[in-house]
């Protein structure tokens, strides 16, 4: 057989073993009713989704079950139904189903087959908000979670409304490159950037229809540009330059530190192509700056900050407190003071990633025992600060007893999304959650696939900086690729605008 046909036959019985599995079509009899829960994967119940998310396709997660009945009802009308080993409803009726119950909310009614006997658990509800996602989809990277070294990954980005996924960039098209940090510029497909580390090192600046492909590194500066925030009129990208270091655990729990020996925040002007600093957020010899983010009106800069007098030897005394400075657009001119927002250092704690909404009311942050980057602390919470009322709480409906962090806002402030080890303590999975006019979140729901089970047990990357995308991005990667493989870079210059 020839490899052609060999491939072919490989798809037939790949298609074939998919319609077994998928189509049980048996029709449930002589139905014990249960007055019990279903155990469910994903745990979709009791969610806030909004109207335009792709199917929330679930299975019963138990290997013996080996089919499902399930009919879903509207409050106001309509109904759908899914008979298989999981649920496959069509996306355009169950967009049609959630868009005419918005507001309120779908009853699901399970049955399923275990041992020949058909089982009915209780029902349970998944509530429709009458805010709709203003979204195309998300960006992220997937990368196998590793300390040291790093294979295949890319940056993708997903339809929301559907399971459709793509690369933006793939390292296979720029052997061993490290693309990271994708940002847009509010959630825009036009205005955004991201990161290549390794020997083709750069950072890809598209904004107003031009491609940059620029050298970061500066006589003053302590190294490339990290952790983007673009100012919200697209001239200006906050960021930090860090020096970081890791190192391993004895312990099961806690494998792996990374902290920064230097660190310090900084503006880049995209017309200019100057690095904008002032001596407040660029001192090394007492302060450590980093996570940057621009205010939603662009006045003000965000970021964390600890005292670099500290031994590495005890990292638990590392703690960053939330802090900001003012910015002045017109004028390309910092403030003249470092306020403290958020002194949590106090109480033994520490913050990082803090995330303004789009409409200026909250703050979203991360906050875990110390250090600066949570993404292994498995006590790390998303917290909410109010900037109206200087008021800050744990977000007890969207936090887990694993890591919780890497969050961001869709652009209309209404939801968000996050990365979570909840699952299984190893990989980060991404959820999204709904956050009403008080500053409090749904409970999250993992991001939907077509058969989550078999998706998520086979998927051996973790994703993370995830983000909020308002359409799709097209971008020729042989043609970036190209550029990344010639050594020219456009080298930007530091200034001094104290």
């Known amino acids: 057989m020839t490899r052609k046909h060999s491939n072919i036959g490989i798809a037939m019985c790949a298609a074939a073993l998919m319609m077994t599995m998928t189509m049980c079509s048996e029709t449930p009899q002589n ?20 109207s335009n998310i792709a199917p929330l396709n679930f299975c019963i997660d138990n290997d013996s079950v080996t089919c499902l009945d399930v009919t879903i009802k509207g409050s106001k009308g309509g109904e759908i139904e899914s008979n298989g080993q999981y649920t496959d409803f069509d996306v355009d009726e169950w967009h049609k189903l959630c868009e005419a119950n918005k507001g309120d909310s779908l009853t699901v009614s399970v049955i399923a087959k275990k041992n020949d006997i058909w089982t009915k658990y209780k029902d349970f509800s998944i509530y429709i908000s009458d805010d709709t996602m203003e979204a195309y989809g998300l960006t992220y990277r997937r990368i196998a979670p590793g300390y040291e070294v790093y294979g295949h990954m890319g940056i993708y980005q997903r339809n929301l409304s559907n399971f459709e996924e793509e690369s933006i960039m793939d390292n296979n098209e720029v052997y061993g490159a490290c ?15 991201f990161h290549v580390r390794g020997d083709n090192a750069a950072t890809i600046v598209n904004h107003n229809g031009k491609t940059d492909i620029l050298n970061t590194k500066t006589d003053k500066t302590i190294g490339s540009l990290v952790y983007p925030y673009w100012h919200p009129d697209g001239r200006y990208v906050a960021f930090s330059s860090n020096t970081t270091r890791q190192s391993f655990h004895m312990t ?7 902290f920064d020996n230097e660190s310090d925040i900084m503006v880049y002007d995209t017309e200019k192509q100057e690095i904008l600093f002032t001596p407040l957020t660029n001192n090394t010899d007492s302060t450590l700056e980093t996570f940057p983010a621009f205010s939603a009106d662009g006045k003000d800069i965000f970021f964390c900050a600890a005292s670099s007098n500290y031994n590495p030897a005890s990292m638990k005394d590392l703690w960053y407190d939330l802090c900001k400075i ?37 703050l979203m942050f991360t ?22 009322t200087g008021k800050y709480w744990p977000m007890d409906n969207a936090n887990s007893d694993n890591t919780d962090s890497y969050h961001n806002w869709s652009i209309d402030s209404h939801w968000f999304v996050f990365t979570s080890r909840r699952d299984d303590g190893l990989y980060t999975r991404l959820y999204i959650a709904h956050v009403d006019k008080n500053g409090k979140s749904s409970k999250p729901f993992l991001l939907p696939q077509r058969n989550p089970k078999r998706y998520y047990d086979a998927l051996l990357d973790s994703y993370n900086t995830p983000d909020f995308l308002i359409a799709k991005i097209s971008q020729n990667q042989k043609a970036l690729a190209s550029k990344l493989l010639s050594p020219e870079r456009t080298n930007i210059e530091a200034v001094n605008v104290e």
């Not at 099961?252 to 990374?258: C, K, Y």
């Not at 110390?370 to 900037?387: Q, R, S, Y």
């Open 31 to 50: 139905i014990k009713d249960v007055n019990a829960e279903a155990k469910i994967y994903p745990d979709y119940a009791g969610v806030t989704i909004p």
């Open 179 to 193: 693309f990271n940090c994708h940002t847009g510029n509010k959630t825009s497909n036009q205005d955004y950037l």
């Open 252 to 258: 099961r729990d806690t494998r792996i530190e990374v």
């Open 326 to 362: 003012s910015f002045d657009a017109e004028k390309r001119s910092f403030g003249s003071k470092v306020d403290t927002v958020i002194k949590m250092s106090t109480h033994g704690k520490s913050i990082s990633h803090p995330r303004p909404s789009y409409d200026g009311r909250y």
């Open 367 to 388: 906050v875990s025992d110390f250090g600066t980057f949570p993404i292994w602390h498995k006590e790390a919470d998303l917290w909410m600060l109010d900037l109206q």
